[in-house]
Structure formats: C-alpha cells, structure tokens
C-alpha cells in the first residue's frame, strides 16, 4: 500500500483516541457518598441519626452521646470529649464509639462508738450516699451504768442520721447509774449495847452504843442484836419492834431506831 492510503488510517486512530479520552473525563465522578456511623458502648445510647449517608466533602449530621442513669459519658473512641458532635467536611467512612462509665457517687461514713459502760446497737459503721439517711442506731447502757449523751450533744440514746453531707463519728458516754441510798441508824439508851449480827461476839469489846449502815433503795440492811448489860433486860426498839434481833429489809427510807 502506498503512503498516501496509510495516512487515513493513522488519521482516524487519532480521532479514535482522543474521543476515549474525552469520553473518560466527561464520565468520571467523586467518590462518596460514605457511611458515618455512631455507636454507643454500654451505659449510654445515640441521640440523633445513628447511621448517616455522607457525600464527599460535606458535613454529618449533628448526634450526642446520651448516658443512662447512674452513668456518664467519657469520649468517643477517636478522643473527641464533647458528647455532642457534628463530622464535617467528610471524605472517609467513619465509625465511632461513645463510651460511657458508672457515675461517680461521692459517699460519706458514719461511724458511732461507744465509751466505758456501754455499747451501740445497730450497723457502727455505715457508708451513706450524699443527701441520704443513715440506719438507725441505739447507745445502751451495761448493767449499772446510764446513757448520758452523744459526743455531739445528742440526748437521745436512739439516733438516725439523715441528709448526710460529710463524714461523722460520733461517741455514745456512758455514767454508773444514781443508785438512791439510805442511811440506817440504831442507838442503845444506858443499860446495853450494840452488835452487828445475830448473836453477841464472844470479846465485849466489839460492843458499841451507835452502828450506822448505807443501803441501796430495796435492799436488805445486816442484822443487829441489842444485849443488855447486867442487871439489865431488853424492852424494844423505838420503832415497837420487841426481838433484840432485827434486819431492816426492803429499805426504802432513812431509819433511825434506839
């Protein structure tokens, strides 16, 4: 074939190439769009378009990280620490996490102790959640003793604690009990003596005109025997009682008695 018949052919591949490429830029597109996703870890949940369709370069959809009751939100799983966010200008897929923990609960202790002569009764030590109340506890006293008062001046030997905004020990005082006494007197007149017992001692020297006894309120005083000296005989007590012999029981006054 001679060169002139060539030239068409070259011709027309030329065309041929240039309407391909004109045709590929003409045809091509951006990517996108993408798909931006957001979780949420336990404790927590998605406010907003969990799920979204992005086209290249433009911007998501405002969502919030929401904690459940007793919790609260820390970061999205790229380290963003607003709960609320709004991805923009996007030119990826993206997919993130909130993450959420168990609220931090500021508690407080009470503790109740107890002094000398007593004893509490109920929880000692209580870990109480601010602004709540405490359990009832009770200072009692040991045989003997009396509740007094609480360390912070409360008289009331049974408490409860409420609203609790701080830390509190406090300590239940205790006294031995005001035991009511009574003074029991007895005095011999001339003609006799007198001896603590039934019987009289065998040494005479024991013998006295005035025994004094201090005894509980209902308790019994000790026997006293009144003995006449010689030449003498024993008539009665002051009181009419006639046995020399006398225990004064169930003391519940001061007695005086010759």
């Given at each position: 074939?001679s060169c ?15 309407a391909m490429?004109?045709c590929?830029?003409a045809?091509e597109t951006?990517?996108?769009?993408y798909?931006v996703?957001y979780e949420?870890?336990?404790g ?8 979204q ?5 433009d911007?998501?959809e ?22 609320a966010?709004?991805?923009t200008?996007v030119t ?14 500021e508690t ?18 209580q ?9 009832t506890?009770t ?14 001046g409360?008289?009331?030997?049974a408490r409860t604690?409420?609203n ?6 406090v300590t ?36 006295t ?8 309120h ?7 025997i ?8 024993f008539?009665?007590w ?5 046995e ?15």
């Open positions: 074939m002139a018949g060539r030239f068409p052919f070259f011709i027309s591949i030329g065309i041929m190439f240039a490429l004109a590929g830029e045809g951006e990517p996108g769009p798909s996703t949420a870890g336990e927590g949940s998605i406010e907003g378009e969990a799920t369709a992005v086209e290249h370069g911007d998501g405002t969502v919030t990280a929401v904690p459940d009751a007793g919790h609260e939100f820390v970061e999205w799983s790229d380290g963003l620490e607003e709960a966010r709004t991805d200008n990826e897929d993206i997919t993130v996490t909130a993450h959420f923990s168990p609220e931090a609960v407080h202790t009470l503790t109740y102790e107890a002094g000398e002569g007593g004893s509490i009764e109920g929880e000692a030590t870990t109480v959640e601010h602004g709540d109340d405490g359990q506890v200072a009692v006293p040991d045989a003997g003793h009396e509740f007094v008062e609480w360390s912070d409360l008289e009331e030997a604690d409420t609790v905004t701080e830390d509190i020990t239940a005082h205790f006294s031995p009990e005001a035991v009511e006494t009574h003074t029991l007197t007895y005095e011999t007149g001339e003609g006799g003596s007198l001896h603590l017992g039934e019987e009289p001692p065998a040494d005479p020297q024991s013998a005109i005035r025994i004094e006894q201090t005894v509980e209902g308790e019994d005083g000790q026997p006293v009144a003995v006449p000296d010689e030449g003498y005989e008539a009665e002051s009181d009419g009682l006639e020399a012999v006398r225990t004064d029981t169930n003391v519940t006054e001061d007695i005086t008695v010759t």
